[in-house]
């Protein structure tokens, strides 16, 4: 941590500052230039309040250097984390493909879509059973019924199944019938939700926020680890931009750059990344190319009766030809890592 | 709503479009140019779904032209909504101050900052009792222990107390201790505790989101507003963009702009709005300029030892003077309306 | 500066840095904690580059503590810079108006507008003789014949006359014709441009970039004045968001920010920083109240018919209005800045 | 194009509306519903200002429909666009690598990177002889003395060099030199400057800017081709958004979006893109992966003493690795493409 003093700070303001950080245990070391004083101090990062300090008098600006996330760090562990959801493992360099609609509109739907994905290589069935909605009007999903078929589903595919857990109160139910629980975009820091999934020992995919910088994500990765559950996958879907032709800006740099800082498994969500079905498989390509654990990806086998997300869901064979595609590409990356 | 067509679909799918949007009640003309076709829709927007005539074969585009939001519109309801919290009104024309600090560390720290804003002209009290944390290992506040220590402010000083409320679940007991109800940035699309702020006959304060568009924020209104609760305040507490030197961008034009659409108060947050004290009283004054029903501010008697936002707080006899800024440019915006 | 060590740097890696920093003239300190080696750098910072230290063997980052700006800041001039441009005096404390319309598009259209906003109190007279069009297919403005019919309103008016400048070849022209030459958003960063008009002893006008940073703003800033022209205001024009709702986000913190961190005056345009008429008011005035130099603003004297920017053209007589509300706002400010 | 009439908009308001769109060609349909008039207008959008109608009486809102680029939409050509630059083509499925240091900083460096990648791979030459640097006290480029150093690589290496030239007066000059000119970011809207590269017979290479939308963009390109110049690759940079780990963000989705929208070649810029030197080749292989046309990148023999970009410069050895990553990728690629 580093403590600019504002020019013309006291003495008394600089030694205040130095007193209150060698009490919590910092090593700190003066360096006083013409202009101004500034304090380097090296120890616990969690010991003090990056915001107390700057609001001591004589302060201008306190930087941090030390990431503050620990338990998802690489330096906190050095090997990858392998997450296993039914036959998908997360992190061992292969790139297993979650499929399905976005909402679990009814049995028939569901069920069919279920057995064409299987059918082209998905190792695990997405559906949403409780859908976080911008209007109150529209589709909120079928709640227990939709987890029920989607039950049903696993039975008839034998793939796990993943689904979108809104509140607190429903994780209970939800990790009854599901082989692992994703956490909203909208919810990324919805923090009792995060500590309550970190109680149950049933992996978790943690999609990042529409704004969230990767520091906030990995610090929401955190609040679960440190709640007692390591079965964690990050989830790139796409950040809010200015740029309206893409419902979101698909982060790609988020892959490789989240895979240096952090022991997790990253998959990647074209699917809202993009909000365009033309945009999907080219850029779950590029994913792979660029090292993801796995893609999630819409898929209906009507996306112009779909009830939510039609335009940017895939038809079954679409996401046949997807399946195919990854393979290519990752043979093709596999043989890069084994080259060089 | 008007769909356009893709060069070259063809009649039969033209026809679809348009028999899907005569059957769910709508109007619709049909505009044919030598590139494209497209079809003008007019009728009751919540009885098709939008990305569902996107997915159609040969639709390109699908564009809304009607507001989503209903109850919280002006259209719905012309008159200003008057929101009453002890003897503060938003929405009538004055400006109440709530103030308070970031986070109630102890009774002491916050009983001797409650008697000096009280004394110096807020009308309500904030503290927060429940803190959203981006760190797990930052402070999260003291819980219900907060809520007495509020309640006991309120006693004293007659003020009534705002606070927020994080999860559904501490919805009932925060309902109990407090006169309004807040919810945060980080919740504003928390639909569940939406829903369940919507059921109390309790005034709720709604933050924008950090990456919220207003028209997302008037439907997170809606959800508040169509579960029977309309006693809702709106309040703008700065956005995100590029721009590091504040902590956030606060966006004043959606003052004036939220209350054309709206007929809801609309307040504002310059403490979280910017993050530094020096720009509190300027952002404030300028708020008040453009039309807003309140303001909330972060007052703490210490701020270099506060433990979260200390930078950010004023101290009790700035708030004074804000009190009395805020007066002054009141009085002057309200001889403008009277005068022209 | 700040140079954080990666964990498991050597000692001749901190070393070479060390070195290099000693050889530029910094005073180097060094804190050595058990999972980093910290070193504090305090020297001028246009000595070595920020970057180059950056790709160093072992080196994480490199933490800028001091500005990067000298003669754009208050350090460097304490007092505020006064730009004189006809009558109006921009930086000490009034807040002179500039109007007129968004492009010349005619002599009698401009005149007639000239001639309107003078009588309700202007005291410069905008106009675009050479307009940045997104669409090369987009009216490009009248050019040098412009510059002429503005020379004449002028002389009707005995107002001074501002107008952009898009290309560094058409200076001279325009300085020749005009009393204020005004630097768009789009060529904030066009940087031979901002040393050409650095040359000319004539005020300038520099608008913030769509999505320039303060600090970036000001780096500009410096361009010209290290050319030798310090007859330099800044304008805040909006940013670039993901709002839709309003063209840009006006962000108003800018302004006390600004005039905090250097001595240039500060005005803002509401006309680009909203693109709605309807807003053009609220914000000039919360402008006033945060403490602005100065408004510029698009009037029309038949928005309907004007050529661009329609939207978010005042009549004159709401211009009328505009004046006199910010003197009301103005007073009112004044009264807080003398009793405080 | 879609005219939305307020709610109580009168018959003599439509009509103007009517009328206005009538005499400029357009073929217009309405839709009277029970809250709105809606107007479709099928024409020719050039013809018509969308701001004037927007600032019409009793207009709600104007929407766009048709894109407005032209020369530069895969309607008015459907073929892919190949420039030719030396050996490199852009635009046939094959993925050119350009390389070479960010600033000429000497004849020495310069010679030597470029024979290192020209021998590891690389078909044309990057290199910098006018910078756009924030601050005026950074180093702004060896100017003409670059560009012959650049001139005399090409003899020794045989590679065809790009530069970037930041201003309408050097264009001639430039174009003696080099083989391809670059546009940067900062200049993507410098109007002059696009109509001056418009002029000459000499490739140009079209960065997107920091925060310009993809619309825009394409644009920005219509102004070289309206020009006369066909001979144009744009080039995906990275925008600007709140992530700070990254210097920019790069939007990979821009490559597939704008290949759909457009003939014209899209290559990617790693480099800046992401500011890092370890996302370089995985951001370069995820490109090659979602269809680009080329990379340009990046390269110096000593990036711990470049001048400037050395945290995202590769050493020529890792530019080899990237060029035989490259070719992996682009076989798979090219597999899929064969075999779908």
Chains 1, 2, 3, 4 share one sequence.
Request: charged share 20%.
């Amino acid at each position: 941590m580093v403590i600019v003093m504002k020019k013309g700070a006291t003495p008394a303001q600089v030694e205040a500052v130095q007193e209150r950080l060698v009490a919590r245990g910092f090593n700190v070391h003066l360096s006083e230039g013409i202009n101004r004083t500034i304090l380097g101090a090296v120890g616990d990062r969690t010991r003090v309040d990056h915001t107390a300090l700057q609001a001591m008098p004589g302060v201008e600006n306190v930087v941090a250097i030390m990431k503050p996330f620990k338990m998802a760090s690489r330096e906190f562990k050095t090997d990858n984390t392998l997450v296993q959801v039914g036959r998908a493992t997360f992190g061992d360099g292969s790139v297993p493909l979650i499929a399905g609609p976005c909402a679990i509109e009814g049995r028939e739907q569901f069920i069919e879509t279920a057995v064409a994905v299987a059918e082209r290589g998905a190792l695990a069935l997405r559906g949403g059973a409780f859908k976080p909605r911008t209007s109150p009007y529209s589709f909120q999903g079928l709640g227990e019924e939709g987890l029920k078929i989607m039950a049903e589903a696993r039975d008839i595919t034998g793939l796990p199944i993943v689904t979108e857990v809104m509140d607190q109160k429903s994780v209970p139910m939800v990790a009854e019938y599901v082989d692992m629980i994703q956490i909203g975009a909208r919810n990324m820091q919805n923090f009792y939700l995060l500590k309550e999934v970190g109680k149950y020992n049933k992996p978790v995919l943690l999609k990042r926020g529409l704004s969230a910088t990767i520091e906030e994500w990995l610090m929401a990765a955190e609040y679960i680890l440190d709640s007692g559950n390591s079965q964690l996958i990050l989830c790139e879907r796409g950040i809010r931009t200015f740029e309206t032709y893409t419902r979101n800006t698909l982060d790609l740099s988020a892959i490789p750059l989240v895979k240096s800082l952090s022991h997790l498994p990253v998959i990647v969500d074209p699917s809202h990344g993009t909000g365009k079905r033309d945009l999907v498989n080219p850029m779950s390509l590029a994913a792979v190319a660029c090292g993801c654990d796995g893609i999630i990806v819409e898929v209906h086998t009507n996306p112009a009766e779909a009830w939510s997300d039609g335009p940017q869901s895939l038809i079954p064979d679409e996401f046949g030809v997807l399946v195919r595609q990854v393979q290519a590409v990752l043979q093709a990356i596999h043989g890069i890592s084994g080259a060089n």
